[in-house]
């Protein structure tokens, strides 16, 4: 499967943006689908995870309450809405698809180019 991630720009703190993950092939239902980050200088790291069915979804502390994953199988497309943005979110956002629902990006097997997302304070 091939992902294209878009919806990266640069907004102010306390703005929200919304990222989409477009999925190519029939089989995105089949796969756990998974955010994750890169700051500059920093560990890529986990932002949220949602399953085959959108069921259980489940986020990073430092995203918790302020994010949330989901997906549209019909679309082939996951989302992730931001909302309150902080500088420290600033980062390369890369969605991810994988056989299980895990924070683990290791065990993901495909991942999009990622898309840039810019917080000024």
């Known amino acids: 499967v091939q992902l294209q991630a878009s919806g990266g720009g640069l907004v102010q703190a306390g703005d929200s943006l919304s990222l989409s993950c477009a999925a190519s092939?029939?089989?995105?239902?089949?796969?756990?689908m998974g955010w994750f980050r890169q700051a500059p200088g920093k560990e890529r790291e986990f932002v949220a995870a949602?399953?085959?069915?959108?069921?259980?979804?489940y986020y990073a502390d430092s995203v918790k309450g302020r994010f949330t994953i989901s997906r549209d199988n019909a679309k082939n497309t996951v989302y992730l809405q931001m909302n309150s943005l902080k500088a420290e979110d600033t980062a390369v956002y890369y969605c991810?698809?994988?056989?299980?629902?895990?924070?683990?990006?290791?065990?993901?097997?495909?991942w999009g180019q990622g898309t840039l997302v810019t917080v000024s304070s």
């Open positions: 092939g029939r089989t995105f239902s089949s796969y756990a």
């Open positions: 949602i399953s085959r069915s959108g069921w259980n979804p």
């Open positions: 991810a698809a994988g056989a299980v629902t895990t924070y683990a990006g290791s065990r993901y097997d495909y």
